[in-house]
C-alpha cells in the first residue's frame, strides 16, 4: 500500500527529527565524562564551569537598572578580586517598583535586594552585594580547608 505524506505531515516528521537530534545532543551534554571515555576530569576543576570556563559573570538582566547594577559591580569586582566560580546577576522587572536584583554563585543567592529605579541606592546595593560575596566565598574556602585536615 502507497501512502501519501501531505505537506502538514512532512512538517511534523520533519520537527520529529530534530526533536530527537536535539534530545540526543542534550543527552551527550548531560553525559558524565567519566562514562564517555577514559577522559576524567580533576577534582580541581569547579563544578560551576560551563563547558570548561571558569571565573565568568554572567548578565541576566533586563532593565537599565539591571544593566547599571552589572556594570558597576563588574567594575569593582574585578579590581577586588577574582575566583574560579561563576557569578550569575540576575534581575526581575516590575515597571511601577524597580527590580529585585540576585547575585548567585553556584547554587547559592547571596544578595538579593530590589532597587528603585532611581540611581542613588545602587552603589550602595553593589557594596552591599561584594560584601556578602567575598564573606561566602571565604565561608567556602574555610569549610574547604577545613574539611582537607581530615
Given at each position: 500500500m502507497v501512502r501519501f505524506i501531505n505537506?502538514?505531515?512532512n512538517l511534523l516528521i520533519q520537527h520529529l527529527l530534530w526533536i530527537f537530534a536535539l534530545m540526543l545532543c542534550g543527552i551527550y551534554l548531560v553525559t558524565p565524562q567519566a562514562t564517555l571515555g577514559s577522559?576524567?576530569?580533576?577534582?580541581?576543576?569547579?563544578?560551576?564551569?560551563?563547558?570548561?570556563?571558569?571565573?565568568?559573570?554572567?548578565?541576566e538582566t533586563r532593565t537599565v537598572v539591571g544593566r547599571n547594577f552589572y556594570e558597576a559591580f563588574?567594575?569593582?569586582w574585578t579590581n577586588l578580586s577574582s575566583t574560579t566560580q561563576n557569578i550569575v546577576i540576575s534581575e526581575l522587572a516590575d515597571p511601577r517598583?524597580?527590580?529585585i536584583i540576585s547575585v548567585q554563585?553556584?547554587?547559592?543567592?547571596?544578595?538579593?535586594?530590589?532597587?528603585p529605579p532611581r540611581l542613588g541606592d545602587l552603589?550602595?546595593?553593589?557594596?552591599?552585594?561584594?560584601?556578602n560575596l567575598r564573606q561566602t566565598l571565604t565561608d567556602q574556602e574555610r569549610v574547604q580547608q577545613e574539611l582537607e585536615m581530615y
Open positions: 505537506h502538514r505531515q577522559t576524567q576530569v580533576s577534582s580541581e576543576e569547579s563544578e560551576d564551569s560551563f563547558l570548561g570556563i571558569s571565573g565568568l559573570i554572567v548578565d563588574t567594575a569593582q517598583f524597580g527590580s554563585i553556584g547554587e547559592k543567592i547571596v544578595f538579593r535586594r530590589l532597587l552603589e550602595e546595593a553593589v557594596s552591599m552585594a561584594i560584601t
